[in-house]
């Protein structure tokens, strides 16, 4: 089955006008110089362009706009806070951007439901510190918070740091609601954990990448707030050591593990020197896991000392820190969370999100690592992530000293040696970023044959004229 | 749109031959003796009939079916245990009977990646005990565990009483293999956690009740299994005073909260005499509480009588006993489990799983009780469940002495009452049992218009002939 292809004809000035009545002028951008941070990507991977910035107010204002789109068939791309790392929200052919940022409200916080209620354009951030105020917790918790959107992570099904203990966004929705691509209103919002009324709808538009219609609200979970919340930086000698401490870490305290994460030496180098933040530890060691326990009792300290005492016990653990204060625990993280940016100063950076089994996690890192230094001598593995989910972000920086433009052209060559790795494991080639246009042409490769017409028969169903997000997932 | 009609026209002696050529003879059914256990079910409120029952062994069997029953237009009704509770899995219009129960193989136990992979026709206490055999816990429980399957668990989406920490069966499952209604197979088996290539069909499939395609295996996760379970049985005052101690529990021991089970004083009065369970208190409350906690470590003891000293403290609690034993754990649970069995004895019952917001609970049964009340007067609530997940089973006993035939003439009378309340909550008419055909009526009336309209259409997209398990749901 072929997907409609977008018509992404100059806009005529008429239909600007009639887009523009919808959300009134202030809010329908045509200035390339205003246009300019919705074409481009923090990364500069990818870069679009477009006739036409859209900033409705509500869900209604989202409605009309759709509807006129299908009508006119005129190619929509949905974005939030424009940090997504698959190119998935940049109109690379001239689309409209419809940007959800001013549907910002928050409608409700329900204490006794512990829900939610957000608007698509809520920054993480903000969905996080209200939550806090009233001594809840949102767990959704990644390197973008401070910009990214809940439509956007629900969009893209964002993962994290917590998703260990929390799962994924998908985990912490349990309503949505969402314009189709013709217009139409769909409200799943709902208080309720149980509701087997009929086919789960939501969790076909969570994850979509705004390919199926564009969320504009959703009900999410609060958590109660932990009390105690401890932090151990650990070093030791391998992955394999790392998935021992983890299986430890599991018995000792599996309702309380929120994050495990790990990091290569080379990924705290590169943060130590160009993030200039602290080693916690006195020495170095070839990897590193960042462990957090959080609990409702003032148990968590124990038992975290509990992991380390018999991953040192057991020769697994060679040195640790547990952070001292709030500000300690702080410093572990910010170390974690700039070791992507810190690969800048190093030259070129070929990422990859990928999972596999947890147990296949060592393996998978030391043929990835034989792999690439086979295509390329003096490439450089900075792997780290979620060791917890199974998900490495599979980093790698170039050679020192190579050009950095010819190291970038090769991003797919890369791409196919590590994701060769990954199917062999069993694993996924986008564990938590998605799949955009990144790797959209990689899809049908790795997917079932079944699932992938059935994905196209569900996007020819309910965007007849491919008119959201084209060229994009599928 | 409208759905296809089945065509359940009586079997030409040639479908059935070639039907019977695809899972040999032994395990196509025709003799009306041998065909009455699948026709029937438990409770004698829907009784279907059929020409032919299948047992395929094998996915290419189930595969073979559904190509042959789709081409030559043969309606056909998945069945699992045949447990389920609103008519789902029975042949009300003479379909053909799909039996996974042959289909009992644990394909794999990974003990590494904490997940097994069984197909559909695998019991659910054959899983649980599987799962404990290997030193991990499958969560899933309920009432029908020793005869109910994985299969059917999943499409209804089941949920039971450990749902409140580990949700419903859609939370268990990683990935599933399904036939689809064209003989299609589409393997969505994983072992991952994070996977974001492309749309969550899983999810479609899981909770469809067999309408879109048949579920025939799974990727199960499995937990660790808890070091300590601690179980007590609390007297109070209310289903305020329940939620309260709600409250409490999940400030105490959030992690660890297992179960919580609401229980009115003639739900155990009921299974007291009838079941002949031992009350576990003293003296009679007009409500009743079973909490579960299970924990890691050895601290769920401590945390359950900080729970409970709180809860006595507050004034919420009126007594409480710990189970001292695992004799008297599972003493606890059958009482609970045997509430609705225990009903029998007293008449007929009208049956209502709904839920409604965890803090709209007690509002719920206070206005449900008083409208059954206006309308029959003498009728006799019986509400218990899982409070932890605002999810009732509103069971209603009929007046003492009132003709049961005359009650259960009234079943849908009494229900568009209860649901009147249900819906002004928020709430869902169905919470964990599914629609089948016993709620297929309300449906359109309690879903979203657009929702209901995409679910038609998803249904015709991938079962264009309506041959897979017609009448039900949509």
């Given at each position: ?21 919808i ?30 910035v859209l ?14 789109a ?9 974005q ?47 969905a996080?510190?209200k939550a ?8 959704l ?20 740091t917590?998703?260990?203990a ?18 139409r ?7 309720l954990?149980k509701?087997?009324t ?7 538009f969570i ?7 564009i ?23 391998s ?7 983890l299986?430890i870490a ?16 080379i990924?705290?180098d ?21 462990i ?16 380390l005492?018999?991953g ?5 653990v ?35 999100d ?31 992530g ?82 959201m ?6």
């Amino acid at each position: 089955m072929n997907i409609a292809s977008p018509l992404v004809a100059p806009l005529s000035p008429e239909l600007i006008a009639r887009f523009t009545a919808i959300v009134g002028a202030r809010h329908a951008l045509t200035d390339p110089a205003e246009l300019e941070a919705y074409v481009t990507e923090e990364r500069n991977l990818y870069r679009g362009h477009s006739p036409l910035v859209l900033r409705p107010g509500s869900t209604a204002e989202v409605a009309a706009i759709c509807k006129l789109a299908h009508e006119a068939r005129v190619a929509l791309v949905p974005q939030g806070g424009n940090t997504g790392l698959v190119g998935g929200q940049t109109p690379l052919n001239g689309e409209v951007v419809i940007s959800l940022k001013r549907m910002d409200a928050i409608r409700e916080v329900d204490l006794a439901s512990n829900t939610m209620t957000a608007e698509a354009g809520v920054i993480l951030q903000t969905a996080q510190e209200k939550a806090a105020s009233v001594d809840r917790l949102f767990p959704l918790s990644l390197g973008a918070q401070g910009s990214c959107t809940i439509g956007g992570n629900l969009s893209t099904n964002a993962g994290g740091t917590a998703a260990l203990a929390y799962g994924l966004a998908r985990d912490m929705a349990l309503g949505v609601e969402v314009v189709l691509a013709d217009g139409r209103v769909m409200n799943l919002l709902s208080k309720l954990k149980k509701d087997n009324t009929g086919y789960d709808l939501r969790d076909l538009f969570i994850g979509a990448e705004g390919t199926l219609g564009i969320i504009t609200a959703a009900t999410l979970k609060l958590f109660p707030k932990p009390r105690a919340v401890e932090t151990a930086f650990v070093g030791l000698q391998s992955p394999d050591a790392a998935l021992k401490l983890l299986g430890i870490a599991r018995a000792e305290a599996a309702g309380s593990l929120t994050s495990f994460e790990l990091i290569a030496e080379i990924a705290l180098d590169f943060s130590v020197r160009h993030a200039h933040n602290r080693d916690p530890l006195q020495a170095r060691y070839p990897w590193y896991v960042l462990i957090e326990l959080s609990s409702m009792r003032d148990d968590a300290r124990g038992a975290l000392e509990a992991i380390l005492e018999r991953g040192l016990e057991d020769g697994i653990v060679d040195d640790a820190a547990i952070a001292a204060s709030l500000q300690q625990q702080e410093a572990f993280w910010k170390l974690r969370e700039e070791i992507s940016p810190a690969q800048k100063p190093e030259g070129g950076s070929i990422k990859h999100d990928v999972s596999v089994p947890v147990a296949a996690v060592p393996a998978f890192i030391d043929e990835a690592n034989a792999a690439v230094t086979r295509l390329m001598p003096g490439i450089r593995p900075v792997p780290f992530g979620h060791l917890g989910d199974g998900n490495i972000h599979y980093n790698v920086s170039q050679p020192v000293g190579a050009d950095k433009a010819e190291f970038l052209a090769r991003w797919h060559e890369v791409n196919s040696v590590v994701f060769a790795i990954v199917l062999r494991h069993g694993g996924s080639i986008s564990a938590e970023h998605g799949i955009g246009v990144m790797k959209r042409d990689e899809l049908p490769g790795v997917k079932d044959p079944t699932a992938m017409a059935l994905m196209r028969s569900i996007k020819q169903m309910l965007d007849p004229h491919g008119i959201m997000n084209p060229g994009k997932v599928v």
